[in-house]
């Protein structure tokens, strides 16, 4: 029935440092950023009736024009000079909402990265992220994957080393964060002695994820002081895990883990915290889950 389709992979910040605030209101940051293979899944046909059409398995978002995939769709069609041509998407969903793990952005990247396979790649990545950027920070990033550093609001992109080594927890309680409230919170507090990011990248530059554990960080928890992202750390941390923190705003959690063995008894010991998910580091977006 379908054409082709795509994964979306999510997104977790081993770091997240905020450096800076533009007049324009938009806030600059210095991160380090790591697919990993909890996914979303997206199908697609071509259709030559010039609509882009959306339907949702897995999550109760709005399928409409205001959907980050249909506005990736539109995006890329106009981009190319195809606007009699349409598509078809299904999107089956994995990547909790509200978790910052890059959810929406992950699915408006693999539309990107999908429509420029079925149009026989008219455009670069490069492009593809340029795209990407009208429709969120994080779909730049997305559309590559991988481990990244990420700087300006995000679409600055440095390739680090890639990450194999080591299994991520993740936590999803049944609560969200307000980003909004979050940079908020962060404007307000004292300037922060040092940052997360340069110990994170340097780690990464060695190329051992438990290494990199031990400096982990991520500003927006720090600001927060929230007590239930605080208790989940700490059961991270005492189910084995050799670093834990929350991810972009919030709220999932993860923490890492060596061996599978210790990941699935934790993500046991973490359920009375909220949904719990075990998934490995993806090398870049464009290979299959691990």
């Given at each position: 029935?379908?054409?082709?389709?795509?994964?979306a992979?999510?997104?977790?910040?081993?770091?997240?440092?905020?450096?800076?605030k533009?007049?324009?209101?938009?806030?600059?940051?210095?991160?380090?950023?790591?697919?990993?293979?909890?996914?979303?899944?997206?199908f697609?046909?071509?259709?030559?009736?010039?609509?882009?059409?959306l339907?949702?398995?897995?999550?109760?978002?709005?399928?409409?024009?205001?959907?980050?995939?249909?506005?990736?769709?539109?995006?890329?069609?106009?981009?190319i000079?195809?606007?009699?041509?349409?598509?078809?998407?299904?999107?089956?969903?994995?990547?909790?909402?509200?978790?910052?793990?890059?959810?929406?952005?992950?699915?408006?990247?693999a539309?990107?990265?999908?429509?420029?396979?079925?149009?026989a790649?008219?455009?670069?990545?490069?492009?593809?992220?340029?795209?990407?950027?009208?429709?969120?920070?994080?779909?730049?990033?997305?559309?590559?994957?991988?481990?990244?550093?990420?700087?300006?609001?995000g679409?600055?992109?440095?390739?680090?080393?890639?990450?194999?080594?080591?299994?991520?927890?993740?936590?999803?309680?049944?609560?969200g964060?307000?980003?909004?409230?979050?940079?908020?919170?962060?404007?307000?507090?004292?300037?922060?002695?040092?940052?997360?990011?340069?110990?994170?990248?340097?780690?990464?530059?060695?190329?051992?994820?438990?290494?990199?554990?031990?400096?982990?960080?991520?500003?927006?928890?720090?600001?927060l002081?929230?007590?239930?992202?605080?208790?989940?750390?700490?059961?991270?941390?005492?189910?084995?895990?050799?670093?834990?923190?929350?991810?972009?705003?919030?709220?999932?959690?993860?923490?890492?883990?060596?061996?599978?063995?210790?990941?699935?008894?934790?993500?046991?010991?973490?359920?009375?915290?909220?949904?719990?998910?075990v998934?490995r580091?993806?090398?870049?977006?464009?290979?299959?889950?691990?």
């Amino acid at each position: 029935m379908w054409d082709t389709f795509e994964y979306a992979f999510g997104k977790l910040n081993l770091s997240l440092d905020i450096v800076g605030k533009q007049e324009n209101g938009y806030h600059l940051l210095q991160m380090v950023m790591q697919s990993v293979s909890l996914h979303d899944t997206l199908f697609a046909s071509l259709t030559q009736d010039g609509r882009v059409t959306l339907t949702l398995e897995g999550n109760p978002l709005p399928a409409g024009d205001d959907n980050l995939c249909v506005k990736a769709a539109h995006a890329f069609l106009h981009a190319i000079g195809e606007t009699e041509r349409g598509i078809t998407l299904h999107l089956q969903k994995q990547i909790p909402s509200q978790a910052g793990m890059g959810g929406g952005s992950s699915d408006a990247a693999a539309v990107l990265r999908l429509m420029n396979r079925l149009f026989a790649y008219p455009l670069t990545e490069e492009e593809l992220c340029r795209i990407g950027l009208t429709l969120g920070a994080d779909v730049p990033f997305c559309v590559r994957g991988g481990t990244q550093k990420a700087e300006g609001v995000g679409e600055i992109l440095t390739p680090l080393p890639t990450l194999s080594e080591g299994i991520f927890v993740l936590c999803k309680p049944p609560f969200g964060i307000s980003t909004p409230q979050a940079f908020a919170k962060s404007d307000a507090a004292p300037i922060p002695p040092s940052l997360f990011t340069p110990s994170v990248e340097q780690a990464v530059r060695k190329g051992d994820l438990l290494d990199v554990a031990t400096y982990v960080g991520n500003r927006f928890e720090t600001v927060l002081q929230d007590e239930r992202i605080a208790c989940i750390v700490a059961a991270m941390k005492q189910s084995g895990a050799a670093g834990a923190c929350m991810t972009g705003s919030g709220s999932v959690v993860f923490g890492v883990f060596s061996t599978l063995d210790t990941a699935f008894a934790a993500r046991k010991n973490l359920r009375p915290y909220g949904r719990c998910f075990v998934c490995r580091p993806v090398a870049d977006s464009f290979l299959g889950p691990v």
